[in-house]
């Protein structure tokens, strides 16, 4: 990385905030509220936590130990009663909470009080396995509302989930059972994609053989033709739900308890394991979700992430859920069985808020304006966009075909963060392409290497102060979480090189480190370099992330072979496979070239900086340190 980072073009537009919007806002005058939330941000996250519930209260609201915080001291609370007892004590007992579309159109729908009886009976399923305070259990689900109802079940009895994402194969999956030493995995016999059915039982089935800690599997059954299951070790999910209670208090927590480990990539070949808590980051998602997309009672809430990623954890579960939304989730992808498929959902439950992704927006932008001119889009409020920078061209087709007038959230996070970090709120003015201005009580800024406040131009993203839903640790790696505290002295380095301009409004340009955006998801270049040298074939890889038209980023690898290998389509083509076999879809290179030597510095570290610059024809800046 060059000390001098490059400032991308960037749109001059500015969208004026809509007035009667700004007028029936939660938060209807920003700088006001940004003021005073910072002036004293724990008073600010104080006033938050007690529109929550808390078995008992905190003695103090942060303890900071720099860079160990612990948020809501000696407070008792559970997410997952204020997802659901809250709200099921309520009217809202028979509102709509889920709404779920299967990928061949299937349609189930759980108010409060019904998903409320699911969880409950999944809890209490899961002590009756053994399963108590602190246990990991790994959820291995396609979108299904199963995935709900297992993580609000885990979380009700103070017992860790670690959701990993479907499409993951069985090494991935295996190393993500491992790490964490779950005792149960949830999965289902099969899922679909674009009509195909993918089996993913026999995933587990090859992960699970060398998990030792693995006591039990449950199995949500979706075909009838799958291969029986095989009793004690494995059951099958209606049968062990069937006849127990609806009725499992939740555990009073310490609100410091874990909540979730998330692994997601890093710079190294192993995935990170993010821990989330319960009190802080019920706090965090509650109040961005309800001040970001303006949530009022009557919304539907319509959020496209898969719940294997930080975005369905926080913007399908818990946030929305906090709130008593209404939320649509919905299997499948976003032109199958047509490009049609999301604005056809839109319109027929009257969704008000969508919250999508950029690579959906430019897949979708490739099948033309006539697809959304087809539908009654006219129930959308506010559109929302996560996971990677949205370019002004995708921003101002998403803004155009959704009538024009609705105000795009532009959503930067991560999933060490928890909750949205910097994004407007309704009555901020926009301008296409950039996340506007740190959330409440967030203080982002933009530094340079040794942490001095840029005041606009270049440099890299930092958060300057605690805030309740960080993560707490790197799962047994400590010295990882430090990391993020030590890079740059004195803030947290969240890895992302950013532009401010002359209004303080922040414009995300990408990762400084390895980390590989692919279609939204993160790629360690290390986790598939390993997977490359992992091949007989292979003795050394360098993996770069590359533009790539609608996912943002595709992943390129250099590969030296072993001494009488010899390169053939067919090499290519196996190699590309491997990859596929040994960590899943999403993370196969697109294109692989085979080289004869790598860039390297003189300590024998891989410049893919270098690399990269030459793909894209650019000055690859300071090679002091090259070997050569
Ligand atoms: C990128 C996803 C630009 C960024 C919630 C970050 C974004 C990484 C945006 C975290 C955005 C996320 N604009 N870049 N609105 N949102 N990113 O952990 O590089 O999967 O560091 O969390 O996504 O990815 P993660």
């Excluded at 009509?195 to 089935?205: A, G, H, Q, R």
């Excluded at 319960?278 to 997309?293: N, Q």
């Excluded at 605690?466 to 890079?487: A, F, G, Q, V």
Aim: proline share 6%; hydrophobic share 35%.
């Amino acid at each position: 990385m060059s000390e001098n980072i490059e400032t991308l073009q960037r749109s001059t537009r500015v969208i004026p905030a809509p007035p009667e919007m700004k007028a029936q806002a939660h938060i209807q005058d920003y700088e006001t509220a940004y003021k005073a939330s910072i002036a004293d941000p724990e008073k600010f996250w104080e006033g938050i936590a007690k529109e929550l519930h808390w078995f008992s209260p905190w003695h103090k609201v942060l303890e900071w130990n720099y860079p160990w915080a612990k948020w809501f001291l000696g407070a008792t609370c559970n997410i997952s009663y204020n997802c659901l007892d809250r709200h099921v004590q309520t009217w809202r007992r028979n509102k709509v909470a889920v709404i779920w579309v299967g990928e061949k159109g299937e349609e189930r729908i759980f108010t409060y009080a019904e998903l409320y009886r699911q969880v409950n009976k999944c809890a209490n399923a899961l002590k009756e396995l053994g399963l108590t305070k602190g246990d990991r259990v790994t959820i291995y689900l396609p979108k299904i509302p199963e995935q709900i109802v297992a993580m609000l079940a885990c979380a009700r009895i103070g017992v860790i989930h670690s959701v990993v994402y479907s499409g993951f194969s069985a090494p991935a999956l295996q190393t993500r059972i491992h790490d964490c030493e779950s005792k149960v995995v949830i999965t289902a016999d099969v899922g679909y994609d674009r009509s195909k059915t993918i089996p993913l039982k026999p995933v587990v089935d090859e992960a699970v053989a060398n998990c030792p800690t693995v006591e039990k599997v449950i199995v949500v059954q979706r075909e009838t033709t799958s291969t029986p299951i095989q009793a004690p070790k494995e059951i099958n999910w209606d049968d062990l739900l069937k006849d127990q209670s609806t009725k499992c208090e939740a555990e009073q927590l310490d609100a410091e308890d874990p909540l979730y480990i998330l692994y997601t990539s890093g710079t190294t070949g192993k995935p990170k394991g993010v821990l989330h808590v319960h009190g802080g980051y019920m706090v965090g998602t509650y109040i961005t979700t309800k001040y970001v997309f303006d949530l009022k009672e009557e919304d539907v809430f319509f959020c496209v992430a898969d719940p294997g990623w930080v975005t369905g954890h926080s913007y399908i579960v818990y946030g929305p859920l906090l709130n008593g939304a209404t939320i649509l989730t919905a299997e499948g992808k976003p032109d199958y069985p047509n490009p049609g498929r999301w604005w056809d959902l839109i319109e027929h439950y009257g969704v008000s808020t969508f919250y999508t992704t950029p690579t959906a927006i430019r897949l979708l932008m490739k099948y033309g304006e006539d697809w959304p001119a087809k539908y009654d889009l006219s129930s959308l409020k506010i559109l929302g966009s996560v996971g990677e920078p949205i370019n002004p061209e995708a921003w101002e087709w998403f803004h155009r075909v959704t009538g024009g007038t609705k105000p795009i959230m532009d959503t930067w996070w991560q999933t060490e963060t928890g909750a949205i970090m910097v994004t407007p709120l309704p009555c901020v003015d926009l301008k296409p392409g950039s996340a506007t201005r740190p959330f409440l009580g967030i203080e982002a800024d933009v530094t340079d290497r040794e942490g001095n406040s840029i005041p606009h131009g270049g440099g890299f993203a930092v958060i300057k102060k605690p805030w309740p839903s960080m993560m707490r640790t790197i799962y047994k790696e400590p010295e990882r979480y430090l990391l993020y505290w030590n890079t740059i002295p004195g803030v947290y380095t969240a890895g992302d090189v950013c532009h401010k301009d002359e209004d303080g409004y922040m414009w995300f340009m990408g990762r400084a480190d390895d980390v590989v955006k692919v279609a939204g998801n993160r790629i360690g270049t290390a986790e598939v370099e390993s997977a490359l040298v992992s091949h007989k074939a292979v003795v050394e890889a360098a993996v770069i992330g590359k533009p790539h038209k609608t996912a943002g980023e595709m992943i390129k690898a250099f590969v030296i072979l072993k001494q009488g290998q010899t390169e053939s389509p067919d090499l290519i083509k196996e190699l590309k496979n491997h990859v596929q076999q040994e960590l899943g879809k999403i993370a196969a290179p697109r294109e692989i070239d085979i080289v004869q030597s790598l860039p390297k510095t003189r300590s024998g570290k891989i410049m893919r900086r270098v690399l990269k610059a030459k793909e894209l024809g650019q000055d690859p800046g300071d090679i002091s340190t090259l070997d050569e």
